[in-house]
């Protein structure tokens, strides 16, 4: 068969890319080597952990709010089978949607695993079955990232695990050890705690979630600490061991004394690393850099002219609307126009509850910069809309250029945050000052008028409601 593009890999930079091929004209084919479409997000990351985020948040507020809300119920107990499931079915309907719009737009879905025989020409091996060979004009790789490991911490996949175990576990940990204090940890941490687990978090730095803006991990720390959180920060974790029904894993505190922690269960989360096994790069000539990741120009092409790569696979935040994004982006560059990504204003999100957001620049950015900024502050505590539904922790701080009022950056805790960010997003994609949005009209009562105060708060201190 002949192509006009072939995508390799069908996450959500991969099905995307495959998407807008077809929208625009172009012949296209989608190879993906699992039996599933929808990558890392739908199968086994975003949705699936969202989904049980959900019900293990249906079951905290079971127990903890519902009395004083005048909800009286027995004492609710966790039929975690039944989330797990519910979790697959979650997938399901979303694996599902993707094989409709790939027909929708009739694209041809290859099963296997894709790798170059040369630039024009890929080989498809399925797991069983007869090898394919496809020619194609252009080729968009978006292979997407597997977890990172440590040397000193044996993955067994029983109980000492990543975040794909954890997505289906059979039973509830007692004690729940976290290597790393970033986004997967913390969010697949707060669904067993939030189910009666004990979580120790071991975490390289001085601070959780430490690349976004420094005020939302101290906030979240507070939060997660009420839950059953216990937070060791700079900690180096120097191995880890399964003896059979615990984990012992032994970390070096800031002093430089061996500590052990045991626990039932161990989750390493300490990022995620470029997937480019198998695709023979070197038959072709695609490079990647010292940390294994696509090295790819502003046009997302790689060194050989129309070989691209999007998504987790090259430099940049490994989120799913960033794949999107590239995706949409090269799909659009390969048939000529002219699009445009603005990098600086990809939202970052951690649904916790309260749920964290970011974009732009953070405080401590500014401040490299020496950019002259000032920073308007609203906490939940005082929005009517969040004393309604108890949701009083957490803040929206605005920053804003202190000589233009330019908004620089939007740093969210709180109920809907990762809702809410949208709107940041657009203030700031059309360059809006601190006081256009003061003086814009939000629904009362409603979280966003949080956004609304801090931005009031930005422009002369003259926030309202504090
Ligand atoms: P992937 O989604 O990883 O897809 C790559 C696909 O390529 C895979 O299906 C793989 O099988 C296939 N593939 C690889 N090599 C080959 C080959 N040679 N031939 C054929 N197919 C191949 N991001 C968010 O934005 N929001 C979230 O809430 C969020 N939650 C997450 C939760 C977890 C637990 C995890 C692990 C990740 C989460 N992420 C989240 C990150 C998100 O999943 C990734 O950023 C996103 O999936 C990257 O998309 P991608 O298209 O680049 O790659
Ligand atoms: P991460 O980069 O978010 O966090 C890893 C954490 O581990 C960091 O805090 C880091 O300092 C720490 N760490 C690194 N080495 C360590 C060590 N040896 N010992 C102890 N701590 C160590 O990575 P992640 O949580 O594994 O997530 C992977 C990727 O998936 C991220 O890039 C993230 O963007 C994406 N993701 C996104 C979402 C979301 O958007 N809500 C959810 C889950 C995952």
């Known amino acids: 068969m002949q192509y006009d593009v072939t995508v390799i890999g069908s996450g959500p930079g991969g099905y995307v890319a495959a998407i807008r091929c077809a929208q625009l004209g172009l012949k296209t084919a989608i190879i993906e080597k699992y039996s599933t479409l929808g990558g890392t997000c739908l199968n086994v990351g975003c949705i699936p952990s969202k989904a049980l985020l959900d019900s293990s948040e249906h079951f905290a507020n079971a127990l903890h709010t519902f009395k004083e809300h005048g909800i009286e119920i027995n004492v609710p107990t966790v039929n975690l089978g039944q989330m797990i499931k519910r979790k697959g079915e979650v997938v399901k309907a979303?694996?599902?949607?993707?094989?409709?719009?790939?027909?929708?737009?009739?694209?041809?879905?290859?099963?296997?695993?894709?790798?170059?025989?040369?630039?024009?020409?890929?080989?498809?091996?399925?797991?069983?079955?007869?090898?394919?060979?496809?020619?194609?004009?252009?080729?968009?790789?978006?292979?997407?990232?597997?977890?990172?490991?440590?040397?000193?911490?044996?993955?067994?996949?029983?109980?000492?695990?990543?975040?794909?175990?954890?997505?289906?576990?059979?039973e509830v940990p007692k004690n729940l050890i976290l290597i790393g204090g970033g986004v997967i940890g913390l969010e697949l941490g707060s669904v067993y705690a939030r189910l009666g687990a004990k979580v120790s978090v071991i975490e390289y730095t001085d601070t959780i979630i430490p690349t976004m803006d420094r005020a939302l991990g101290k906030e979240l720390q507070k939060v997660l600490t009420k839950?059953?959180?216990?937070?060791?920060?700079?900690?180096?974790?120097?191995?880890?061991?399964?003896?059979?029904?615990?984990?012992?894993?032994?970390?070096?505190?800031?002093?430089?004394?061996?500590?052990?922690?045991?626990?039932?269960?161990?989750?390493?989360?300490?990022?995620?690393?470029?997937?480019?096994?198998?695709?023979?790069?070197?038959?072709?000539?695609?490079?990647?850099?010292?940390?294994?990741?696509?090295?790819?120009?502003?046009?997302?092409?790689?060194?050989?002219?129309?070989?691209?790569?999007?998504?987790?696979?090259?430099?940049?935040?490994?989120?799913?609307?960033?794949?999107?994004?590239?995706?949409?982006?090269?799909?659009?560059?390969?048939?000529?126009?002219?699009?445009?990504?603005?990098?600086?204003?990809?939202?970052?999100?951690?649904?916790?509850?309260?749920?964290?957001?970011?974009?732009?620049?953070?405080e401590e950015e500014l401040k490299a910069e020496g950019k002259a900024y000032k920073v308007g502050s609203f906490p939940f505590k005082a929005s009517g809309r969040a004393r309604a539904s108890m949701d009083l922790d957490g803040f929206v701080k605005v920053l804003a250029d202190k000589n233009t009022d330019e908004i620089l950056g939007v740093h969210m805790i709180g109920p809907r945050a990762a809702d809410m960010i949208a709107e940041a997003v657009v203030?700031?994609?059309?360059?809006?000052?601190?006081?256009?949005?003061?003086?814009?009209?939000?629904?009362?009562?409603?979280?966003?008028?949080?956004?609304?105060?801090?931005?009031?708060?930005?422009?002369?201190?003259?926030?309202?409601?504090?």
Request: charged letters at 25%; one cysteine or more; glycine letters at 8%.
């Open 94 to 170: 979303s694996v599902d949607g993707i094989n409709y719009l790939m027909r929708k737009n009739k694209i041809d879905v290859y099963q296997g695993m894709g790798s170059f025989i040369d630039k024009n020409t890929l080989k498809i091996t399925p797991e069983s079955g007869e090898e394919k060979t496809i020619q194609t004009g252009k080729v968009i790789i978006a292979t997407g990232s597997k977890p990172s490991t440590l040397p000193s911490v044996p993955v067994d996949k029983k109980r000492i695990i990543t975040s794909t175990e954890a997505l289906n576990m059979t």
């Open 227 to 362: 839950i059953g959180f216990t937070f060791y920060f700079n900690h180096k974790v120097t191995g880890a061991v399964n003896s059979g029904n615990e984990v012992t894993v032994k970390a070096e505190d800031p002093s430089g004394n061996v500590i052990d922690f045991k626990g039932d269960y161990c989750i390493l989360a300490v990022g995620r690393k470029p997937y480019t096994d198998k695709l023979d790069l070197d038959k072709v000539g695609v490079k990647v850099d010292e940390r294994g990741k696509i090295v790819v120009n502003d046009h997302l092409e790689t060194a050989i002219p129309g070989i691209y790569a999007i998504g987790d696979v090259i430099k940049g935040a490994m989120l799913a609307h960033k794949a999107e994004e590239e995706g949409t982006y090269v799909a659009e560059t390969i048939a000529g126009q002219k699009p445009h990504i603005n990098y600086k204003l990809i939202p970052g999100v951690v649904y916790t509850w309260p749920e964290v957001a970011g974009v732009g620049s953070t």
């Open 427 to 466: 203030a700031m994609e059309f360059r809006a000052s601190a006081e256009d949005i003061s003086r814009m009209s939000h629904a009362h009562p409603t979280y966003t008028e949080a956004m609304k105060e801090a931005c009031l708060a930005a422009t002369e201190n003259r926030a309202l409601h504090i």
